[in-house]
Every structure is written in C-alpha cells, then in structure tokens.
C-alpha cells in the first residue's frame, strides 16, 4: 500500500465535476465541519464511565479507584490531518494519565502519542509524546504547556503524511518526525492506525517517579473532548481513500511554522531524547542528526 494508490481518488479541475464530487463525496463536506462523537468514536471500556453527550458533540472519560475508561475511533487512517480538542483533569490530577494517539495493530506496529501526565494544584502538566516506527520508539520529548490545559479547551492535531508527522498544540508546531528512510530510520507510512484515547490511573511511576499518589477523595476524574476533525484517509478493504482536497499531504513546515516549532522547543520542551547523553552513551539514534 504506497501512496500511488491512495491517490485513487483524483481530484477533479472542472467546476461540475467538483459539484459533483461535493455531492457524492461526503469526506469533502464533512471535513470542514466537526464530527459527531458517536459516529466516528465508540466507547471501548471502563464500563460506562466514558460518555457520548449533547448529541454527540462531547466525549467524557471519567476514571475512579475501580477502572479508568477510554475510546477508539470506528475509522483507521492512513495519512490525515487530525485534530482533536481537550480539556484535561482539573485541580489535583497527579497520578492520573490522559493519553490521546494513533496506533496500528501487530506487533511492528507505528503509533504517533500524546500523553498528558497531571499533576498536583497549581504545578504544571507534563505533554510526554512519542513515535513509534515498526515496533521501535524510545523516541521521547516532552513539553510544558504556555497555557492551563484544564482551564479549557485546546486542540492538539496530528498532520501525517508520506513525508513527515507535525504534533501541534493550537495550531503552533511542537514536534516534528521526519521521514528519513534515506539514513535508514523506518517511517510510518504504510500501516494504518486507529485512534485511541483513555484515562488511567498511573500513580506507580507517573508523577514524580510515582512519589505522589493520586489522591482517591477526588474521584471521579474527567477529561472532556469536542470538535473533532479528520481531514484523512480511511482505510477500508485492504486501502485508503482520501478526500478530494488533500494539500497536507504533501505540506511540510514553512518558514513561520519552523519559528513557532523553534520558540516551543526553546520555551518549553523539558525533555528530549536526542540530547539524553546518559540515555546514549554510545551515540544518538541517527534521526537525531536531522530531527530535533
Ligand atoms: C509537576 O510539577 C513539578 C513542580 O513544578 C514538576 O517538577 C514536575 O515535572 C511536574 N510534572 C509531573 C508530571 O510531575
């Protein structure tokens, strides 16, 4: 499965073909416009402490000292620009995990993540994400947020395409993976991943090496999700198809973006596994020569 045939549906110039198209194409319309909870997600367990609500508009995973709760998407996706809004555990989160990402199934599998790692009142949440390529990731960076994650809403978007994975936060780049097939790093590029998010319970390593505790008088726990968008390429019957307007497929970092992706990476990433010297006494990984 290589891009030759994801680009079976080809887009059209003339201006009845493109009415047409809108008509029979529904990802065109529909990829504008947030999609419904209990269309695109099904609740994957926690035994009814994850909630489809307001007509599908809200998702809620909710996590007690009994089982945590999490979601999957209905749809795999090969390629896509995929946004999602979170808002994160209030007040005194620490133990708790909220994981938000993209993996594929077997055991070479890839996998693109977003972990947020609560904390006590007031300190901050750690954003931990990861690649994964054919099974291998010990590919960790993690981020401070500029924002109080659990005050609101904000969107977190995955850009994949054959050439790279962009990790946004409110549309400023912090993160990018690219392929570099060319030096021998395995890409992501032709397995296709279904979404996955849950709430759990983490409090053996997550905060503070599993120094603090999650403290159980305040369950349940709820991170909240809205306004998901996938602008992708579905998988069914063995490829992908794509919408007819694709430009992120071929989008790579413009000059501005490459400035917000640096002002991040100066500001407020705390961890980076290319600069870990006592993880890599014996070099680094070779994408780190070109990735950050
Ligand atoms: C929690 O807050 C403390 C103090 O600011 C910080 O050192 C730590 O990295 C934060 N994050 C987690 C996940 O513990």
């Known amino acids: 499965m290589g891009s030759e045939s994801m680009a079976s549906y080809k887009s059209s110039t003339g201006i009845l073909n493109f009415l047409l198209i809108s008509l029979l194409d529904s990802s065109l319309i529909v990829s504008c416009i947030a999609s419904k909870f209990n269309q695109e997600f099904d609740i994957s367990w926690g035994n009814g402490r994850g909630k489809i609500l307001n007509n599908g508009d809200l998702l809620t995973l909710s996590l007690d000292k009994t089982s945590g709760s999490g979601f999957q998407s209905k749809n795999e996706y090969l390629f896509g620009k995929i946004d999602m809004q979170l808002k994160l555990v209030p007040g005194n989160s620490a133990g708790t995990v909220t994981t938000y990402y993209l993996k ?64 946004s936060v409110d549309g400023k780049p912090i993160r990018e993976f690219k ?20 709430l759990w319970n983490a409090d053996d390593w997550a905060t503070r090496g599993g120094l603090i505790k999650t403290d159980w008088t305040r369950a349940p ?12 390429c579905i998988w069914s019957s063995g490829r992908a198809a794509c919408p007819s307007r694709k430009s992120w497929l071929w989008q790579k970092l413009d000059a501005t973006s490459f400035q917000r992706l640096k002002w991040v990476q ?27």
């Open 104 to 167: 594929s199934p077997g055991n070479s599998w890839d996998e693109m993540d977003f972990e947020f790692l609560g904390n006590l009142s007031g300190d901050p949440y750690t954003l931990h994400t990861n690649v994964y390529s054919q099974g291998k990731g010990d590919r960790e960076q993690q981020f401070r947020l500029w924002f109080d994650p659990t005050a609101d809403f904000h969107t977190y978007s995955i850009l994949w395409n054959p050439k790279l994975i962009i990790f």
């Open 179 to 198: 392929n570099l097939e060319s030096i021998g790093v395995p890409f992501p590029k032709k397995q296709q991943m279904r979404i996955y998010s849950s």
């Open 221 to 232: 726990f709820t991170a909240s999700y809205r306004n998901f968008k996938a602008d992708a």
């Open 266 to 292: 100066k500001n407020f990433m705390i961890y980076n596994y290319c600069t870990d010297t006592k993880r890599f006494p014996l070099g680094f990984p070779p994408e780190c020569s070109v990735n950050m």
